[in-house]
């Protein structure tokens, strides 16, 4: 079992349609990012958080430590959000902070 | 403020030889992590270098080594290429540790 689990792993969706992701993670971290990567290959940090909720624009994420459980939210989804979205856990301890990668989940938003 | 930059952009090679990767990070960030992506799967940690200094390692083998410069520029340096090699090689480059990653656009290598 990977140590940082994403739902789903490929997800088709209308223009305008309300999005969530899921990430769940089994180690222990200091902090969760939500990347963005497109086709291409270069990934773009979306959120870092610990705790709570963040937004921007159209993107919301939220985690709960506790459950060890996070999600990120696409509101009125547009084709120019395809792309591959992955959640990664910060390992950190000491001085040391590594990222443990989801796979990923593929979003595919249609016109 | 220039983002994180990677060089090349692509590279073949065939087993057994050897590659150097290049990334510079974002200005004023000390630390560089190095991670490998395969086809269809998320990236997996390599090594981290903060301050010129071996910071942390994943779960590769010492063939796979780095160094990090005083510009905290970093190379990831990869002998004796297996065809698994085959991957994109992505860094990220942060104030610390604890900090927000900002990634480079990746090196697509291609062992033959």
């Known amino acids: 079992k990977n140590e940082v689990e994403q739902s789903p792993q490929n997800l088709t969706a209308q223009e305008g349609e309300f999005i969530t992701i899921n990430c769940s993670y089994s180690?222990?971290?200091?902090?969760l990012h939500w990347l963005q990567q497109h086709p291409g290959g270069g990934i773009v940090s979306l959120f870092m958080l610990s705790s709570g909720k963040k937004k921007h624009g159209r993107l919301i994420a939220t985690i709960n430590i506790q459950e060890k459980h996070s999600s990120l939210h696409i509101t009125a989804s547009h084709p120019r959000d395809s792309a591959v979205y992955i959640c990664a856990a910060l390992n950190y301890g000491g001085s040391q902070g590594n990222l443990i990668f989801g796979k990923g989940t593929k979003l595919s938003v249609k016109p | 403020e220039t983002g994180v930059t990677q060089s090349p952009t692509h590279l073949i090679k065939t087993r057994g030889q050897q590659v150097t990767l290049r990334c510079s990070s974002q200005?004023?960030?000390?630390?560089v992590s190095w991670y490998q992506q395969a086809l269809g799967q998320g990236p997996q940690f390599i090594f981290q270098y903060y301050r010129e200094e071996e910071n942390g390692r994943g779960n590769f083998p010492p063939r796979f080594s780095g160094l990090q410069f005083p510009n905290y520029s970093s190379e990831l340096n990869v002998n004796a290429l297996e065809l698994d090699d085959s991957a994109l090689y992505l860094c990220?480059?942060?104030?610390?540790?604890?900090?927000?990653?900002?990634f480079g656009p990746g090196t697509r290598l291609l062992v033959l």
């Open positions: 990220a480059s942060s104030w610390s540790a604890q900090e927000t990653q900002y």
């Open positions: 180690v222990g971290i200091s902090a």
């Open positions: 200005s004023g960030h000390n630390t």
